[in-house]
């Protein structure tokens, strides 16, 4: 059973950092492209970075320069650092995975950006 658990949202104000965690399970880790997306209020779910099992990145032009994500395949985690934080990356943020099987998803962790 795939489970993906996220962790380290929390309330920031505009300018501050943030590094958000994904613990995976029920997967071989590392032979796949781990993905995080967010939702903000009324808006639909958008695609933010990708990491491939080689370690290619790729992001969302909205978080592109700001952003890093990295994994630890060794402990099947996920990270997404997330400095110069805006009032509009205020969202719940996923992590998500792709396999044979369909796509999953965690529960999300809320980040809101705020002064």
């Known amino acids: 059973q795939v489970q993906l658990v996220e962790s380290g949202g929390g309330l920031v104000q505009p300018g501050g950092s943030l590094r958000l965690s994904c613990a995976a399970s029920?997967?071989?880790?590392?032979?796949?492209?781990m993905d995080w997306y967010r939702q903000a209020p009324g808006k639909q779910r958008e695609w933010v970075s990708t990491?491939?099992?080689?370690?290619?990145?790729n992001y969302a032009n909205s978080v592109k320069g700001r952003s890093t994500i990295s994994r630890d395949n060794g402990h099947a985690l996920v990270y997404l650092q997330m400095n110069s934080l805006k009032p509009e990356d205020t969202a719940v943020y996923y992590c998500?995975?792709?396999?044979?099987?369909?796509?999953?998803w965690g529960q999300g962790t809320q980040v809101t950006v705020s002064s």
């Open positions: 029920g997967i071989v880790f590392s032979i796949y492209a």
């Open positions: 990491i491939t099992s080689g370690g290619s990145t």
């Open positions: 998500s995975v792709s396999t044979g099987q369909g796509r999953y």
